[in-house]
């Protein structure tokens, strides 16, 4: 939706990202990189341990941890859920028939969000 007034056009507008956040000892800010491929396998619960995957691939330059990975996911209904849920969903045939998209789903078990 526009409205003019004075020669002038505004449109209601939006912009945010939606972004893993990892928090590794001794891991600095954007240094560690991942792939589609990995962000879909971490979020199936497929990679359950850092440094075990393709990650190390990805970051010959990094001497990642083997620890399991605790996860956390917001346990109400949200739209960012949605977004991320969706982008898996079109990323991936294998999170759409396990999981699929909504602002609430079913986690694998790895991810169940905490009560």
Do not use: H
């Not at 020669?7 to 945010?16: A, D, S």
């Not at 979020?43 to 393709?54: D, E």
């Not at 083997?66 to 917001?74: E, F, G, Q, R, V």
Request: with cysteine.
């Amino acid at each position: 939706m526009t409205s003019r007034e004075g020669g002038l056009v505004q449109w209601p507008y939006g912009e945010g990202a939606i972004v893993p956040v990892v928090t590794l000892e001794g891991l600095k800010p954007g240094e560690l990189v991942f792939d589609g491929e990995i962000a879909r396998n971490l979020y199936l619960g497929k990679i359950t341990q850092v440094g075990r995957s393709g990650d190390c691939q990805l970051n010959p330059q990094l001497k990642l941890p083997t620890d399991a990975i605790p996860w956390c996911a917001a346990p109400t209904a949200r739209e960012t859920t949605f977004n991320f849920t969706d982008y898996l969903s079109k990323a991936s045939s294998d999170w759409k028939t396990k999981v699929g998209s909504g602002t609430a789903v079913e986690w694998p078990a790895a991810l169940a969000p905490a009560q």
